[in-house]
């Protein structure tokens, strides 16, 4: 993919409206450290001191054990976030695109179908993503805050509630979008890299030796001779590479150039020189380990610290949020989940949504947590699961897209993804070790996401065998309608249908009792495609079918909001000429009642027609006018 190409998708979600000057280059990285990397970029503020506790939690710290952690902590940012994702996984974009279900969708296109073992792949790498979303606001605050206790021991008691009070904050402000403080989240962001670097700096040569760490024999050293411990401990390693599925999932709003050039740039210098000064610090003094962020600051620079390291979490959950956000819409796009209210906070940035249901539930759990856990450390525990499943299937995806789409030879493909699916596969038996510490949490959300996406697939499969049974197809009503021809009414009649070849119940059900049909009929239906976006040339397809009917396709990518009257507007250039205001739109309403010969358990079936329940209306989904909405009701069982 062409730098060009790079910079023109980043632009598409960072870019204003039509006809504004796309960001350049410097302003695309600048936004990718303050959005991208929020989440990695916290992670100095506990990682490397929940590694070392872990492996020393029955003796005292030692050499040994700072520069094995340290070494494990260096290789595997260089290993799992700089060669999988940075220089292999950013170059495997849908049409500029990145994330789980992004590389779902290639790997389905590569292998001609989509295979139930890749889209439940896909189902589990985007339900683990979110279970990894509630727990990142709730560690990266609380360990931020938890610095207070450095300046004085009597805000102890103060740090869960004021954690409790910036995340309800945060959430609170959702509803008003980010724009207007986006833009100070780059800056912020760069002032928290430069702070970390100058402050690990400072701490190096308290013992020079640190640098050692480098070599990876020091961490493969400290497995050998630690057993199971060494393992726990690399758990607690892997916290300082959760976040890096975000390069890949951000991949769209910035692009492959930007992202790598900020992350070789100033990311990963910063992050590699403040965990070495932890590192000196510890080994000089071995009682830093309470909190080895904090002590490399002076005394008088804590609070300052403990600002913008707040600053900084609220700017990693933020971008958490965001990602949630993003991916839920691609959900209900694909048809995973049921259609939710997704509301437009900036009238210039298409990427600015807010869904309220997301947002209570990810606040409910994020306070849930912060109340059970209390403190970083215990929630550390948590941490890591649900990150280590994403990245196991981003691997098991990229296989099928560098052997097929990039067209490689089989043992060419093996040979890059195996080395990396092994770290993985040992990172997720690292975390695997937190079951019962917390982990459960994360994995508890996930599994239910995971279900929830199952039924609801399950679910609209059945229901659309069962009206399938009990549909008229399209031709044979027009045949009916030539021998005997109904009442013509002025006017033209959309009705939404997902399969044009079968008369839309709406359709049959106005005929049944109004006894009429209107001059011009249309067959409308709306298409999700694989790619994240489709071009204005390819939105709409028509295809007469009688003098008064013709059937109208409307096709958006998965990272669009579905508006109808404005595509069928686009329509006028292929000769329809559409009017909104003598147009009706025809919509049927289900009223979904549970059947013992459904095909899904009793509780499944229950659940399905909660989620249906739950569902937006499609008259604001596919923002119809109300006005020009007819819906008819019908009652199904499933």
């Known amino acids: 993919m062409s730098d060009v190409r790079d910079s023109a998708e980043g632009a598409s979600a960072a ?16 936004g990718s450290v303050g959005v991208v990397y929020g989440d990695i970029g916290t992670s100095p503020l506990y990682a490397f001191r929940e590694a070392v506790m872990t492996a020393t939690q029955h003796h005292g710290v030692n050499r040994q054990v700072v520069l094995g952690v340290l070494s494990l902590i260096v290789w595997a940012l260089i290993v799992t976030v700089t060669i999988k994702y940075v220089l292999l996984l950013l170059r495997a974009d849908n049409n500029g695109e990145g994330g789980t279900l992004s590389l779902t969708a290639l790997a389905g296109r590569a292998l001609g179908r989509r295979t139930a073992f890749v889209f439940l792949l896909g189902v589990i790498g985007a339900s683990m ?26 805000f102890s008691d103060y740090v869960a509630p004021l954690t409790v009070i910036i995340l309800i904050g945060l959430f609170a402000a959702q509803s008003r979008g980010t724009a207007r403080v986006a833009a100070m989240f780059g800056p912020v962001m760069v002032v928290w890299f430069a702070s970390i670097a100058i402050a690990g700096a400072m701490h190096i040569f308290d013992d020079p030796h640190v640098l050692y760490a480098i070599n990876p024999l020091y961490g493969v050293m400290f497995l050998y001779h630690h057993g199971e411990i060494g393992l726990v401990t690399l758990g607690a390693v892997f916290l300082a590479v959760t976040g890096g599925e975000a390069l890949y999932a951000d991949l769209g709003h910035f692009g492959r150039k930007p992202i790598q050039t900020a992350w070789l740039g100033l990311v ?3 992050l590699l020189i403040n965990y070495f000064g932890q590192g000196a610090n510890v080994l000089a003094d071995a009682s830093a380990i309470e909190n080895p962020f904090y002590r490399l600051v002076p005394d008088t620079m804590i609070l300052p610290m403990v600002a913008l390291a707040t600053a900084a979490t609220v700017i990693a959950s933020q971008a958490v949020i965001t990602g949630t956000y993003s991916l839920v819409h691609q959900a209900i796009q694909l048809g995973l989940l049921p259609r939710l209210a997704i509301l437009h906070t900036s009238e210039s940035h298409v990427g600015q949504i807010y869904i309220p249901r997301v947002t209570i539930s990810l606040l409910i759990g994020v306070l849930l947590l912060v109340g059970l856990f209390r403190t970083s450390s215990a929630l550390a525990s948590a941490y890591g699961i649900a990150v280590a499943t994403t990245m196991v299937v981003d691997g098991l995806l990229a296989f099928v897209v560098i052997w097929k789409i990039w067209q490689l030879k089989l043992w060419q493909a093996l040979l890059i993804c195996v080395p990396l699916s092994i770290v993985d596969l040992t990172f997720w038996s690292a975390n695997a070790f937190k079951l019962l510490e917390g982990a459960w949490a994360p994995l508890l959300f996930g599994i239910t996401m995971v279900l929830l996406i199952l039924t609801w697939q399950r679910g609209t499969k059945l229901l659309f065998d069962k009206t399938r ?11 009916s309608l030539e021998k005997t021809p109904p009442h013509f009414v002025p006017g033209t009649a959309v009705f939404l249908t997902s399969d044009p070849d079968f008369a839309p119940t709406a359709l049959l059900h106005n005929l049944k009792h109004n ?17 994240p976006r489709v071009s204005e040339d390819e939105r709409v397809r028509i295809t007469p079918v009688s003098p008064h009917f ?8 998965y990272m669009e909001q579905p508006n109808v009257p404005k595509a069928l507007a686009v329509a006028r250039k292929l000769g329809w000429q559409f009017d909104i205001m003598s147009t009706s739109f025809f919509l049927s309403r289900r009223a979904l009642k549970p059947s013992p010969q459904s095909g899904m358990p009793r509780w499944q079936d229950r659940l399905f027609i909660s989620l249906a329940r739950t569902a937006n209306d499609a008259t604001d989904y596919f923002q119809i006018p109300t006005g020009r909405v007819v819906e008819i009701g019908t009652q199904v069982t499933i």
């Open 469 to 479: 049974r009990t549909e008229v197809p399209l031709d044979i009503l027009l045949r």
């Open 129 to 154: 993503f979110l279970g990894d979303s509630v727990i990142t606001p709730a560690i990266s605050v609380l360990s931020a805050v938890e610095g207070l206790k450095l300046a004085t021991p009597a």
């Open 15 to 30: 870019a204003s409206s039509e006809g504004s000057r796309p960001p350049s280059f410097i302003a695309l990285a600048l």
């Open 550 to 557: 013709r059937k109208v396709a409307l096709r958006f990518g």
């Open 515 to 531: 006894k009429v049909v209107h001059e011009n009929n249309v067959i409308l239906t709306v298409v999700t495609a694989d790619t």
């Open 268 to 270: 990963l210098p910063a």
